[in-house]
């Protein structure tokens, strides 16, 4: 967005707010807005793109405290007459003679302070991008396109970690040029435009703006003889194939950042991170809750009620747990030490939860004895449940 925005468009007003609404309240306005007027929505509709695209402009400068400040700064300057031009087109604010080039430093060593330092910084800051001095910074070869893929992993695998090759066919680095874009025994040579500083400033009345050089597209180098196998742009699509490390304990739906292994910038500019997404496969027996592994393992009545040494699986192997007389279904019982490995080298623990399984058929001589069981043992403690019950008899 230019200057002549930040001073003629009222961004409040494109939001519906006052001048004086909290950040929240911007917020809130915007993604009603921002929603409503959504090209998604209105398909076909140039009106609603429009207001679409001035909400989002406005919220990008009041949405963000820093630009909100100096935007309220320089409307209350320029609103307040401060550049009104006479007939013979010099500046005059309440009639005075004014010159506005001493706002930004200009001849006899005045300079007006704004917000704790020069217009020409503060003016540059917005719209060159650069720092103090209004000095512009080249924007460079362009860094790489991030890269994202999917990657299933087995259950045991994501527990315990693994390293896999992952085969790509994406953007890489052109082995011909090395990523420069120039034909091999040449070299990119410096903008003529720019000069090699991949910006042009331009005059607009009393104030410069610069932006990237059109010519080089701001990277400050043109090349002259492209490259015959990436044309000029120092990437080729090719197929690679990357050893990808998941470390153990890692989850369903996490996503590993690779740094530099995505798509190689353009003209030999940083590449671009690969970010890898990870989808776990069910196991048949076991499952996850944070770093302990959970498994369900049926017993019978009797086993319950008489104990057992229960011997069960691990992923590594298997592990024998002490089941006391008289456990009830549901029970859970700890395997310390049996889960997934941290970081730190601990381990989670297995969690395997008993269930006491009912026949459903019994033969005589099952029926008979569990009769006899049922003589000899003490009922059930129901005294609360037998009061309840006899007040609505």
């Given at each position: 967005?230019?200057?002549?925005?930040?001073?003629?468009?009222?961004?409040?007003?494109?939001?519906?707010?006052?001048?004086?609404?909290?950040?929240?309240?911007?917020?809130?306005?915007?993604?009603?807005?921002?929603?409503?007027?959504?090209?998604?929505?209105?398909?076909?509709?140039?009106?609603?793109?429009?207001?679409?695209?001035?909400?989002?402009?406005?919220?990008?400068?009041?949405?963000?405290e820093k630009k909100r400040r100096e935007y309220d700064e320089m409307r209350s300057l320029f609103g307040s007459g401060?550049?009104?031009?006479?007939?013979?087109?010099?500046?005059?604010?309440?009639?005075?003679?004014?010159?506005?080039?001493?706002?930004?430093?200009?001849?006899?060593?005045?300079?007006?302070?704004?917000?704790?330092?020069?217009?020409?910084?503060?003016?540059?800051?917005?719209?060159?991008?650069?720092?103090?001095?209004?000095?512009?910074?080249?924007?460079?070869?362009?860094?790489?396109?991030?890269?994202?893929?999917?990657?299933?992993?087995?259950?045991?695998?994501?527990?315990?970690?693994?390293?896999?090759?992952?085969?790509?066919?994406?953007?890489?680095?052109?082995?011909?040029?090395?990523?420069?874009?120039?034909?091999?025994?040449?070299?990119?040579?410096?903008?003529?435009?720019?000069?090699?500083?991949?910006?042009?400033?331009?005059?607009?009345?009393?104030?410069?703006?610069?932006?990237?050089?059109?010519?080089?597209?701001?990277?400050?180098?043109?090349?002259?003889?492209?490259?015959?196998?990436?044309?000029?742009?120092?990437?080729?699509?090719?197929?690679?194939?990357?050893?990808?490390?998941?470390?153990?304990?890692?989850?369903?739906?996490?996503?590993?950042?690779?740094?530099?292994?995505?798509?190689p910038g353009e003209r030999g500019g940083p590449a671009g991170d690969l970010f890898v997404h990870v989808k776990v496969?069910?196991?048949?027996?076991?499952?996850?809750?944070?770093?302990?592994?959970?498994?369900?393992v049926p017993i019978t009545f009797a086993e319950a009620v008489l104990g057992i040494d229960l011997r069960v699986p691990?992923?590594?192997?298997?592990?024998?747990?002490?089941?006391?007389?008289?456990?009830?279904?549901?029970?859970?019982?700890?395997?310390?030490?049996?889960?997934?490995?941290?970081?730190?080298?601990?381990?989670?623990?297995?969690?395997?939860?008993?269930?006491?399984?009912?026949?459903?058929?019994?033969?005589?001589?099952?029926?008979?004895?569990?009769?006899?069981?049922?003589?000899?043992?003490?009922?059930?403690?129901?005294?609360?449940?037998?009061?309840?019950?006899?007040?609505?008899?």
């Open positions: 967005m230019s200057s002549k925005d930040w001073i003629e468009k009222d961004y409040y007003a494109a939001l519906g707010v006052e001048k004086s609404a909290s950040s929240d309240e911007i917020k809130k306005s915007y993604r009603k807005l921002a929603r409503e007027s959504h090209p998604d929505h209105n398909p076909g509709d140039p009106k609603a793109e429009e207001r679409f695209k001035a909400v989002s402009e406005a919220y990008a400068v009041l949405g963000d401060a550049f009104r031009r006479n007939a013979r087109g010099a500046g005059q604010p309440g009639g005075m003679p004014f010159d506005v080039s001493d706002l930004f430093g200009g001849a006899g060593g005045g300079e007006a302070r704004f917000g704790g330092g020069g217009l020409g910084d503060l003016f540059s800051s917005i719209f060159t991008g650069g720092g103090a001095g209004g000095a512009a910074r080249p924007r460079g070869p362009a860094r790489g396109r991030d890269v994202e893929t999917e990657v299933a992993l087995d259950f045991p695998d994501a527990v315990r970690g693994v390293t896999l090759p992952l085969t790509l066919r994406a953007p890489g680095v052109c082995e011909t040029c090395h990523g420069n874009g120039a034909k091999p025994g040449t070299q990119p040579v410096a903008c003529p435009v720019c000069h090699g500083a991949g910006v042009t400033t331009r005059n607009q009345g009393s104030f410069s703006f610069s932006e990237p050089c059109r010519n080089c597209q701001g990277v400050g180098t043109i090349v002259e003889e492209k490259c015959p196998e990436c044309h000029g742009t120092g990437g080729v699509t090719k197929t690679r194939t990357l050893n990808v490390r998941f470390p153990a304990g890692v989850a369903d739906g996490q996503r590993i950042r690779l740094a530099g292994r995505g798509e496969r069910p196991d048949e027996l076991f499952g996850r809750t944070g770093d302990d592994l959970t498994l369900t691990t992923l590594d192997g298997t592990v024998t747990l002490r089941v006391p007389p008289g456990t009830p279904s549901g029970r859970v019982l700890r395997a310390r030490g049996k889960g997934v490995v941290r970081r730190d080298g601990r381990a989670g623990d297995l969690l395997v939860t008993l269930d006491v399984v009912v026949p459903a058929k019994l033969s005589d001589e099952a029926r008979a004895a569990l009769e006899t069981f049922a003589e000899q043992t003490p009922p059930a403690a129901r005294e609360h449940l037998d009061a309840r019950v006899r007040r609505f008899s």
